[in-house]
Structures are given as structure tokens and as C-alpha cells.
């Protein structure tokens, strides 16, 4: 049986927690062993190495080591391990499904531990801790590179049994890291079904408040989780510390900095955008352009929908122009998730709203998207209710989109085309939010509202910001753009051409 050096049981006896506990979940005291290129480690009494197992029913899948050296710590997985919660098997708890228990979900190890020795069994880790928060205190965007089979590749792999789970309770650490943890378990499991704690004050997770007040103060750390706020009425102490929301570039200098202070327009989570223009006028181009910018600059992931243009070879294609360089398919790869019916299915149904809103989740989910794109609207098969006007559908649907974009965090944005009103005297002016088939509600409810217009000849095109919601994302005006054909990008003129509306 493996077991725990003496310098380990004192390790976990300092923080509180009982070295059965430890033992209970297997972790023991090994030692690094083995030729360079084939080290791994092996029990052992003589060690520096805590080793935590992974039981995923009743398997072990992984491992997690932990070795000090000259006061440094080290932390690494077993080779080829599965990434899933530490303690995993409590994922599959009947209370669990049945909500009369929350699911915690700690950072780390020992604190996980600790609420396990306080009396909350159904605890688990998080395999990596928290991901850091750059130097600058700006909550600046996951590795796209390592996001996807990295840090939260645990929710993604778990999804099922986690959707079958009524409540989280996020245990994790009151400091820069642990709240951006938290913000990312948040926007992928849904507000609606987490909790936060407060911790007393000097305390910054469960391991300080067993050391400095006790296994009662724990208990009530945990029981007295509240809910984040999702709509609603709450007093100012019941909103948990979260990082500030702040709009973000969409790329093009012209658009952030011509007012003081601010900018023409400037895209945030959680918004609802309505893009329209007569078709061929470069609608879906700008936006790819707007959402390769939010990539490179910010790391926002896109899940795009758009039966239009086939993703291979098309969509892909375009992208490879905008991005440029030879490494314009890794970073399509890393940055873009495409929404699509099975290309080798040719009997799969008509695509629904609600189906592109359960692969979004998904997507939210698997791949951490900032934006959803649909593109363009009129290709959805529209379900509509027995004796439902299609103003009233338009306004349900556009209410659904904006709640999955406020519950996840997620940037929606909508491409439609408007109806042939816009053509007078076989001469096309230049469409409006209005003219978007269906009603009124797409200039009333979106956030922003934008109209892309291109001059028949020349390279020169429009943006018409339309409708701007909040004045801190903008203002309605308009901005002359270039658009060059052979890379598919939208510029900015050399001259700034720009103005408001009256």
C-alpha cells in the first residue's frame, strides 16, 4: 500500500487537514525515477513528491505531483493523464441531480480536503488551480493555444454529468486568479445554478479559514453560499467580487478613439448586435474582419453559423486572406468553432434557433466562445407557435438570443437581410434596421445596430452605426472604410473620414 512520508503528514497536520483524509483519497509520497525522456514517479517513502491520484469510477485516469526544491514549488500531471475534477466520482451523487445538495468546487487539493474533513463530502478540485492574471491587473484572454485541452478542458469532459447537477457552490481563492476562475466556471455552467462564498476577513480560501477560526467557521463559510445575481433585486452585499466588464477594441483605431475618451463603437460581452446591408455589400466580410481583430487582440473565441457560405471551402478561404501569413490555419483553428449540420448526414433536419443556441452552449462550454455569430438569419428555419404573428416570433426569438448571450457572456451577433423595399426605381438606397423582415424589434432591442453599405464602383464602403444602446460602447454616426478585395480586408482610409448623425 502506498504511503505518506512523516514530512508529509506534517505538511497536510500545518494546514489543518487529517492525514487520513489524505490517505483516504490515496495520495501518497513518491520519488522521480527513470531515464531523461522517461522520468515518472513511483512510490516511494524516501521521496519529495506528494502524489495526488485521480479515481474516476474507481479508476485511477491521473495524477497530480507536488515537489518543493530550494523553496520553490513544482507542480506537474502524469503523462497522458486525464484532465477531470480530483474526486470526480462525487460528480454522479444522486442528492446532486435531485438539488438537495451543492456540488463544491474548490481550487486546489487541500482546500477541496478541508471542506471534505468539514463535513461537505460531495467536494472536488479543479486539476490546475487558477489561471493567472497578467501584471497589469487587466483580466486579459485565456491561451488560446492551451485553453482547449488545458484549464478547463475539466468542465468540457464532464459535461453530461454536469448538466444533471441543480447547484455549484465556487469555493475558490479571494484574490485576482481565483476570481477569474470563478468568471469562467460561471459563464460556462450558467449563473442561475452558482453560488459564492465570503470568506472572513484575512481569509483568502477554506485552508485559512480552518487555521485562523476553525471547522465551524468552514461549515458556515460553505452553507452560507449565496447566489449569483442573474435578475433581479439585491442589495449591494449579496454581488460577489467579480473583474470588471469593459468594452473592447473592435480593431480599427478609427472606431475607438475619435470622441474623447471614448469611441464611435466598441463591442462588450454579453451584447446583442443586428448587422444588415443589401447582400453583396460586404456585411459578413466586415464582421470576420471585426472578429479576427477581437482574436488577435483580446484572444475572444467566435462560434460561427453561417449556411451561406460553406465553411471548406469558403469561409475558411476568406479568413486565410484576412489573417494572412503562413500560420493562418493554426490560428483559425485555435480561434474559430464553426456551427454546422453533419456534412456526410444529407437527411439531417432543418436547423432551428434552439438548435444553434445548444450547440453555442456547447461551444461555450468546450471552447470558451465570446461571440456567436449568425449569418445570415433568414437561413434559419424559423419555428413559429400556432397563431404566433411573425412580429411576435421575431421579438421570442431575440429574447432567447439575448438571454443565452447575458447568461454566458457571450457577444451575439445577428446578419440579416433587409427586404426588396430597399431597391426604389430598380436604384438600391441605403437599408435600414427597419428593413429587416420581420418587425420593428431589431432596431428596438439590440445593443448596437449596424449597416454596411459599399459604393457600387471603387473600393470605398460605409459602416452606418445605427443604434448604440449605452453611450460608454459608442455613438451613432458613420465611418468610410476601404475595402480591399485581394486580402478581404476592411481598413481604415488614411484620411480618418468620419461623422455623426444628426
Known amino acids: 500500500m502506498n504511503t505518506l512520508a512523516p514530512q ?3 505538511f497536510f497536520v500545518q494546514r489543518g487537514i487529517s492525514p487520513e483524509t489524505a490517505t483516504r483519497f490515496e495520495v501518497y509520497t513518491g520519488a522521480v525515477v527513470g531515464k531523461p525522456g522517461e522520468r515518472h514517479v513511483e512510490p516511494s517513502a524516501r521521496g519529495n513528491v506528494i502524489a495526488y491520484p485521480f479515481f474516476e ?25 486525464k484532465r477531470t475534477f480530483w474526486n470526480s466520482d462525487v460528480l454522479d451523487d444522486p442528492q446532486l441531480e435531485a438539488g438537495t445538495q451543492a456540488l463544491v468546487i474548490a481550487e486546489g487539493f487541500e482546500d477541496a480536503m478541508v471542506a471534505i474533513d468539514c463535513g461537505w463530502p460531495l467536494t472536488v478540485s479543479v486539476p490546475d488551480g487558477a489561471p493567472p492574471v497578467p501584471k497589469d491587473g487587466r483580466m486579459a484572454p485565456l491561451d488560446p493555444e492551451t485553453e482547449h485541452t488545458g484549464k478547463f478542458e475539466f468542465l468540457w ?31 460556462r455552467l450558467g449563473a442561475a445554478r452558482c453560488m459564492f462564498v ?102 475572444w473565441r467566435a462560434a460561427i453559423f453561417s449556411p451561406e457560405m460553406p465553411t471548406v471551402p469558403y469561409l475558411r478561404d476568406k479568413l486565410r486572406r484576412i489573417i494572412g501569413g503562413d500560420d493562418a490555419d493554426r490560428l483559425i483553428e485555435s480561434n474559430f468553432v464553426f456551427i454546422d449540420n453533419d456534412p456526410n448526414d444529407a437527411d439531417e433536419d ?28 433568414n437561413e434559419i428555419e424559423h419555428a413559429r407557435l400556432r397563431d404566433e404573428t411573425t412580429t411576435e416570433y421575431v421579438g421570442r426569438a431575440i429574447r432567447r438570443l439575448k438571454r443565452f448571450g ?13 427586404t426588396k423595399d430597399v431597391f426604389e426605381h430598380g436604384k438600391a438606397r441605403t ?41 460608454e460602447t459608442g455613438f451613432k454616426g458613420a465611418i468610410r472604410m476601404q475595402f480591399e478585395v485581394r486580402s478581404q480586408r476592411y481598413r481604415q482610409l488614411s484620411e480618418q473620414q468620419e461623422f455623426p448623425y444628426g
Open 8 to 10: 508529509h503528514v506534517e
Open 57 to 81: 469510477h474507481g479508476q485511477v485516469v491521473n495524477e497530480k505531483y507536488r515537489a518543493e526544491r530550494d523553496g520553490e514549488k513544482f507542480f506537474w500531471h502524469r503523462k497522458g493523464g
Open 431 to 471: 437599408a435600414t434596421l427597419y428593413d429587416i423582415e420581420g418587425s420593428a424589434h431589431w432596431f428596438n432591442k439590440c445593443d448596437h445596430g449596424v449597416v454596411i453599405e459599399r459604393a457600387p464602383e471603387g473600393d470605398q464602403a460605409t459602416v452606418h452605426i445605427a443604434k448604440v444602446r449605452f453611450d
Open 350 to 377: 432543418d436547423i432551428t434557433l434552439e438548435w444553434i443556441i445548444e450547440k453555442a452552449r456547447d461551444a461555450v462550454l468546450r471552447d470558451g466562445i465570446n461571440v456567436l455569430v449568425i449569418d445570415p438569419w
Open 198 to 299: 465570503t470568506y472572513p476577513e484575512g481569509c483568502k480560501d477554506l485552508n485559512d479559514v480552518l487555521r485562523k477560526h476553525g471547522r465551524e467557521a468552514v461549515h458556515d463559510v460553505l452553507r452560507t453560499a449565496k447566489q449569483y445575481p442573474v435578475r433581479g433585486l439585491y442589495r449591494l452585499s449579496e454581488y460577489p467580487a467579480l473583474p470588471a466588464l469593459q468594452p473592447i477594441s473592435i480593431g480599427w483605431p478609427l472606431f475607438d478613439g475619435s470622441v474623447p475618451g471614448n469611441g464611435w463603437m466598441k463591442l462588450f460581452a454579453g451584447e446583442f448586435m443586428v448587422v444588415t446591408g443589401i447582400p453583396s455589400h460586404g456585411k459578413s466580410t466586415w464582421v470576420l474582419n471585426m472578429l479576427w481583430n477581437t482574436a488577435r487582440d483580446y484572444g
Open 157 to 187: 469532459l464532464n459535461r453530461d454529468r454536469l448538466r444533471r447537477i441543480k447547484r455549484f457552490i465556487l469555493a475558490v481563492d479571494d484574490d485576482g486568479p481565483g476570481q477569474r476562475l470563478a468568471a469562467e466556471i460561471v459563464r
Open 406 to 418: 447575458r447568461q454566458y457572456e457571450v457577444a451575439v451577433i445577428v446578419l440579416a437581410h433587409p
